[in-house]
């Protein structure tokens, strides 16, 4: 599928965000107060909605109209866990996945990358795992390799993860599974003009702080969060033009190898809250429809596109045996019916006619 020009999708971003929040003043008030957690509606959408792309709000507050699915499988690429249908994204996040997908290997990554989460079909808070990619400008990149021989649908349901930690230190890189490539996947991801943040465990960080020898300004990409020691997490900047998206504090300068990273390894970002004596636990409250942007109940409530016309991106096409011509595929097609003739008498074809 040819990818839509930066100008169109400003404009078609634009009116479809328009349309939508003009909509959603006309959605049912009650749908709008419904105490219903958003996870349970947005999770329970099975298609996207036949719309122009819009990101609505912020990365984990928010919503996304005219969702596209990466293909479950492309030349370089295997989407995991299907069961979850969270393969959905901005077309711009499925052709920097598609980008990326053919950098890596050129880098010595496998046959490919093995995709994660990206967003629900309509984003929006997930009923578990994420408190972000909402938006479809969010994506997971594990880190294991495709492998050569293609993963079934049950495999990718089953393959478990692969941490990078060793279990048996705080905080730090397993040698043994920890390559120089895996480096190199990382910093290719932070690479990307378009690519905001890329987010890894402080102990990947810290590898890489110790052992980049690359450009250092893109280790500032590079951010630590809690988690992320199977995976690797890259997200966009807010597309040009898309009015309805909530931009992200830039990175600060340098490359991050500094007091932020330090604080990671103190005990402060482990330690429990404290409870105060007598204190009752306080019942969490999640999200509800009115605490996500206006547009999104429209959003919701939105036509359905089809899977197949909203699935983008080039999907992979088994290699097919090489079929046989002329005079090979008249003797495979004599000799196969060899066996029904009584005898096995072969008959035999009769003379082409001569050419002048």
Sequence with gaps: MTVIKAGLFRHLGSMALAALIGSSLVTGDAAWADDTPAKQLFGKVQL????????????????????????????????????????????AMIALLEQFSKDATRLGWGSGILVGDISQPRGGPMLSGHSSHQIGLDADIWFTPMPEQRLSAQARE??????????????????????????????????????????????IKKKLCDTWTGDRALLGKVRPIYGHDAHFHIRMHCPPGASGCKAQAPVASGDGCDKSLAWWFTNEPWAKPKKKPGEKPVKPRFATLSDLPKACAAVLAAPAASERSATFGTAYVAPQPMQPSGDAAIQQVINAGADDLPNGTIPVPLSRPSLQ
């Design 48 to 91: 996207p909605s036949n719309s122009a792309p819009s990101p609505v709000g912020f990365y984990a507050k928010g919503c996304m109209a005219g969702a596209v699915a990466i293909p479950t499988d492309g030349p370089t690429w295997q989407a995991m866990r299907l069961s979850r249908n969270r393969r959905w994204g901005n077309p």
């Design 158 to 203: 089953d393959l478990p993860f692969t941490s990078m930690l060793d279990e048996s230190k705080f905080l730090t890189v397993n040698s043994k599974r920890w390559t120089p490539t895996h480096a190199k996947v990382v910093m290719q991801a932070a690479s990307y003009p378009q690519v905001e943040r890329v987010f890894v465990n402080p102990a």
